[in-house]
C-alpha cells in the first residue's frame, strides 16, 4: 500500500500545473490498471467476450445469404450423396440441385435467428474456474471450444425442431424430396434416402461455432475490438 502511495504522490508531481480535475483522473487511471483481476472479473469477461461473439455472429448468418455467400460456412450438397449430385447435373438438373442449396442455406439462416438465446443461456454454466482455465491456456480459441464441448449435445436436441421447421419453410424438405425422387427413378442406381434434418443441423452449427470462434480470436488478437472496459482489462492479461 506504501508504495502505490508514494507512486501516485510522483505521478501527482508530473503533473503539476494540471488542474485537480486532470489529476484526478491520471491516479484514477492508475489505479485502474494496477488493481488486479478477480475470478469473478474474469468469469464475467470471458463470458461477455461469448456473448459479444454469438450477438454479432448470429446476427452475420441470419440474414438473407449469410450462409449461402459466405465460403467458410456455405452448406453444399450433401457430400455422402454427391454421387446424386454428379447424376442429376449430368442429366440436366443442375438447377434443380442449385435451387435444393439454396433453400437448405435459406433454411440454415431462418434457424439462426432463433439460435443466440439457446447460446447465450449455455454460457451461465460457465464456472469461475472454468473461466480461469480458459484465459490462463494456451489455446485461443478455448471459450469457444469450451462452449462447443460443454454444450453442443443439448444445442443439437434445441436446434434440431427449429432447423426443421426453418426446412419446411423455406421447402428446402419439398425440393430434397424431390430429388431424392427423381434419382431414385434413374435406372440401374442404388436408391438413397440419407437424414437431411441431421445434416443441416450439423452443418448450420458448424457455421455459428465458426463466427463465433472468429468473434474471439479477434477480440483476443485486437484492443480495437474490445468494447468494455471489462473486456480490455480481462484480455490485457494475455498480451
Known amino acids: 500500500m506504501m508504495n502505490a502511495l ?11 500545473g494540471c488542474t485537480a480535475q486532470q489529476i484526478q483522473q491520471a491516479i484514477d487511471g492508475y489505479l485502474g490498471d494496477a488493481a488486479e483481476l478477480t475470478e469473478g472479473d474474469v468469469a464475467a469477461g470471458l463470458k461477455e467476450a461469448l456473448v459479444s461473439g454469438i450477438t454479432k455472429g448470429t ?3 441470419s440474414r438473407v445469404d449469410g450462409y449461402l455467400k459466405n465460403p467458410n460456412i456455405k452448406i453444399p450438397f450433401p457430400p455422402d ?39 447465450v443461456s449455455a454460457i451461465t454454466s460457465m464456472t469461475i474456474n472454468d473461466a480461469w482455465n480458459i484465459l490462463k491456456g494456451d489455446d485461443k480459441m478455448a471459450a469457444t471450444n469450451y462452449l462447443k464441448r460443454v454444450t453442443s449435445s443439448q ?3 434445441k436446434f434440431s425442431p427449429i432447423i426443421k421447421r426453418s426446412l419446411d419453410k423455406t421447402e428446402a424438405t419439398k425440393y430434397y424430396s424431390d430429388i431424392i425422387n427423381t434419382y431414385n427413378k434413374i435406372p440401374l442406381v442404388e436408391k438413397v434416402n440419407p437424414n437431411l434434418e ?14 463465433i470462434a472468429k468473434e474471439e480470436t479477434n477480440i483476443r488478437a485486437d484492443p480495437v ?5 471489462l473486456l480490455k482489462r480481462v484480455f490485457k492479461e494475455q498480451d
Do not use: H, W
Not at 6 to 16: A, D, G, H, K, T
Not at 95 to 114: S, W, Y
Open 6 to 16: 508514494i507512486r501516485i504522490c510522483l505521478i501527482s508531481l508530473l503533473f503539476i
Open 59 to 61: 446476427t452475420n448468418v
Open 81 to 119: 450423396i454427391q454421387k446424386v449430385e454428379n447424376k442429376l447435373r449430368s442429366i440436366g438438373l443442375g438447377n434443380q440441385v442449385d435451387k435444393f442449396v439454396t433453400t437448405l442455406n435459406r433454411g440454415a439462416e431462418e434457424a439462426a435467428k432463433e439460435a443466440k438465446p439457446i447460446f
Open 155 to 157: 444445442l443439437r436436441a
Open 198 to 211: 441431421g445434416y443441416a443441423t450439423d452443418k448450420a452449427m458448424d457455421g455459428l461455432f465458426f463466427m
Open 225 to 229: 475490438a474490445r468494447t468494455t472496459e
